[in-house]
């Protein structure tokens, strides 16, 4: 597709499960981002890849959350244990050299 | 501590009456302040970066200006599908990141 492809569009878990977030990119965008956002809330930022450049961990809120970039295209969000304060809509974003980001729809996951 | 404040939060407008949002920044070293458009269940849509004081930008209804501490978005005789929340971020230091704001939720009625 065109744009970016995020899965599962919803995501209900039970509290201590692990989880993953799948974020297909533009093709040929360097640059992705992971964000998180709560109800009535702004975006949060997690996470930022650029190319093969070290990637910018410092939005993780702990431990229990990673990430990683196979082969410079989709990334995968990782939530071990999850909480139910967890619970939010994890939106994926990609781009170029410029700063416009393109979002996907993102991925809302419940925590029960 | 680089931060961006929206105000107001909640705005509601007949159609046809201009307003405008804010967005007030503290930031060390601002690489651009961005203006995204959010419908709901949707992720962001891009509208505007601005880079230097004085700057301004225009898209349609929508006319987006920054200073040295606030950028604005003006709306022009807004439409009812001009209702969403208005989100506005920056990009500062060292880092690509961009950090956004709460947002504004831009009520238009007919």
């Known amino acids: 597709g065109a744009g970016v492809s995020q899965s599962p569009s919803n995501k209900v878990t039970e509290k201590g499960k692990d989880v993953e977030l799948r974020c297909d990119p533009i093709?040929?965008?360097?640059?992705l981002y992971w964000y998180r956002q709560s109800l009535g809330q702004g975006l949060e930022f997690l996470i930022y890849f650029q190319g093969n450049s070290a990637p910018d961990k410092s939005g993780l809120p702990s431990d229990r959350f990673s990430a990683e970039r196979t082969g410079g295209s989709v990334s995968t969000l990782t939530i071990q244990r999850t909480q139910q304060e967890d619970s939010a809509v994890y939106l994926c974003a990609s781009s170029l050299v410029s700063p416009e980001l393109f979002f996907g729809e993102g991925s809302r996951l419940t925590v029960l | 501590e680089d931060q961006v404040t929206q105000s107001p939060e909640a705005l509601r407008l007949q159609e046809g009456e201009s307003s405008s949002l804010n967005c007030s920044y503290t930031?060390?070293?601002?690489?651009?302040l961005f203006w995204y458009r959010q419908d709901p269940g949707k992720g962001p849509e891009f509208l505007f970066t601005l880079y230097s004081a004085g700057e301004e930008k225009e898209k349609e209804r929508l006319k987006a200006t920054l200073t040295k501490k606030e950028s604005f978005l003006h709306i022009t005789a807004p439409k009812p599908e001009d209702s969403a929340t208005y989100l506005c971020?920056?990009?500062?230091?060292?880092?690509?990141?961009?950090?956004f704001g709460t947002g504004t939720l831009l009520a238009v009625q007919p």
């Open positions: 093709s040929g965008h360097t640059a």
């Open positions: 930031v060390s070293g601002l690489r651009g």
């Open positions: 971020a920056f990009r500062g230091g060292a880092t690509n990141k961009l950090i």
